[in-house]
């Protein structure tokens, strides 16, 4: 896809789209520190969007801290703080091919719970209504490496398929439901030590030190669609940061 056109058939959202397309300028350094990043006018008309699906986009972007609004003037590009970075988190599967691993998901448990307090809030729906909750540990060439909790929303005449369940990728656990195919995702990455169950299953010592990486993962439309945590086995995973450009 050309990365200076919106894809109107694709199920990402177009203000998420056009963020990616002002994100991708910033990262490259065709808009710089001070530069005044097109009008919500001038962006709607060349990407052929409403006013409010640009100012979306924009409101996205000054979230993330690389844009701030000033009244009257515009909207800008925000200078960096080099003490600041984003840490890249690739996908379990596409790492492990990437070094030549195998992978195996060892699917422990999937049943129907009713959302506590927790689960609901991170979800966006009322405490009580049913979920889907699932634990799987991420093998490479047979050796335990993640283990991964998730609750989803539950839909009775949509049940996912177990071939899905056992798919390690996100995505793909909906693939046969492309209206809630994820589209983005808030991240917190944070260091732990395995609880004595987790140690068990993922072949360690229990106190051994792990990453913890806490998932919120949205449909269109801001759909929540996935909350959970991966625990990584700190022996076997280091994460990179990248700042962004000065």
């Excluded at 599967?93 to 992978?103: A, F, I, L, N, W």
């Excluded at 177990?162 to 808030?186: C, D, I, Q, W």
Aim: hydrophobic fraction near 40%; include cysteine; charge should be neutral.
């Amino acid at each position: 896809m050309d990365e200076e056109r919106l894809d109107t058939e694709a199920f990402t959202p177009a203000y998420y789209q056009l963020a990616r397309i002002l994100r991708g300028k910033i990262m490259a350094g065709e808009l710089q520190p001070g530069d005044r990043i097109p009008s919500e006018e001038a962006l709607a008309t060349k990407y052929g969007l409403s006013r409010m699906t640009a100012r979306k986009a924009i409101s996205l972007l000054v979230d993330e801290g690389l844009l701030r609004g000033e009244r009257g003037r515009g909207t800008f590009v925000i200078e960096p703080k080099v003490d600041g970075g984003v840490f890249l988190i690739p996908d379990f599967h596409e790492e492990m091919r990437t070094q030549g691993v195998s992978t195996h998901v060892r699917l422990l448990a999937v049943k129907v719970v009713k959302a506590g307090k927790v689960p609901a809030q991170k979800l966006g729906i009322r405490r009580g209504k049913q979920v889907l909750y699932l634990e799987r540990v991420l093998e490479g060439d047979g050796e335990p490496l993640v283990l991964d909790r998730k609750y989803m929303p539950y839909e009775k005449d949509q049940p996912l398929l177990e071939a899905e369940l056992g798919h390690g990728s996100t995505t793909e656990l909906f693939s046969s439901r492309p209206g809630l195919k994820p589209v983005r995702a808030e991240l917190t990455l944070t260091a732990t030590v395995l609880t004595a169950g987790e140690a068990e299953l993922l072949g360690r010592k229990a106190g051994s030190p792990a990453f913890c990486m806490e998932q919120l993962i949205f449909a269109a439309n801001d759909l929540r669609v996935i909350w959970g945590w991966m625990i990584y086995r700190g022996d076997k995973f280091s994460f990179s940061s990248l700042s962004r450009p000065l």
